[in-house]
């Protein structure tokens, strides 16, 4: 069976979950709190070099690292993920997007929010989490505007990457008020079968 | 014939070049220069909503964002992307780690040094980016200690993503005397049949 390394409340934690769930894929999880140092420790540095989670243990006994990846690993042959070369590419424009433009701004103001002290000096990068968060979810709603979902037309593994920490953008101080097609995508998201709640 | 939307000194711009180079890829180069706000006019922005180079112009007319999304459009069927499954997964993974844990650190330390005026204060961000970047180029130097490659046990679209901004690490003030494998694999990769320079 496959091994979850992960942390509950992480919208990188809960995408595999979400797609574990709507996969019918059996899986153990085992929480691992990197607020409390738990990925830094030399037991999970031999699973993960890098330090994170979420971690995927093989049956194999090796680890699969990195969200996006473990996504395209459990999806592949399924509806979740296209076998077309360009829907493929189009699924992977998203979830880079997500990694690069979105996460590191929605994700990372929720962070400071919800896990560190109402007087950490961190709050001072807000405003700047702020524009380039809003920036993404410009992008997001432009998008969502048009088509129903990211990518071929159909609910993937690109939705549930941008899921997990869309969200959740509140927490992160983002109003989605100002995203109708951003909101009704949610909504459509939450909607599909075997849809698990984050937490 | 496709369309590669691009700047020659970026490293992300550079990955696309090297692959159509490699798998014998006809292409038009379009030069777009970010640092003149060419990649936030209305026509730019018409191709990529994100406002970002690399993107690939296809032939049936419709755009392809995220350079790492190119990477696997172009590598699809080829022997720079293995068709199995877990193999495919790790390609991923490195180029995840990439875009999320690499580039952020390593691609900024070099646009501040080479493209930012000497007195910006961006370069007060240096030292956590130099932190990072190392941290970075550490789980890089442990795995090729072991693996000739990152990927399958041969050079694939990940050893492409990572050798982007790998190799011009010292434009962003990294020393790469301190990692003897990870010099190792750039001279291994410079040998990869095909290869051309950053440029």
Known sequence: MLTIYGMADSGNCYKV??????LRIPYRWVEVNSAKGETRTPAFLARNANGKVPTLGLEDGTFLPESNAILNYLAEGTPLLPAERLARARVLQ??????YSHEPYIAVARYILR???PDTPRRADL???HERGYQALGVMEQHLAREPYFAAGRYTIADIALYAYTHCAADGG???GRLPAVQRWLDRVRGEPGHVPLG
Do not use: S
Not at 17 to 22: F, I, P, T, V
Not at 94 to 99: K, V
């Open 17 to 22: 979950k979400l797609a574990a769930e709507q």
């Open 94 to 99: 998203w979830m880079f997007f997500e990694q």
């Open 115 to 117: 896990y560190l002290p």
């Open 127 to 129: 405003p700047r989490l």
């Open 174 to 176: 983002f109003d989605l």
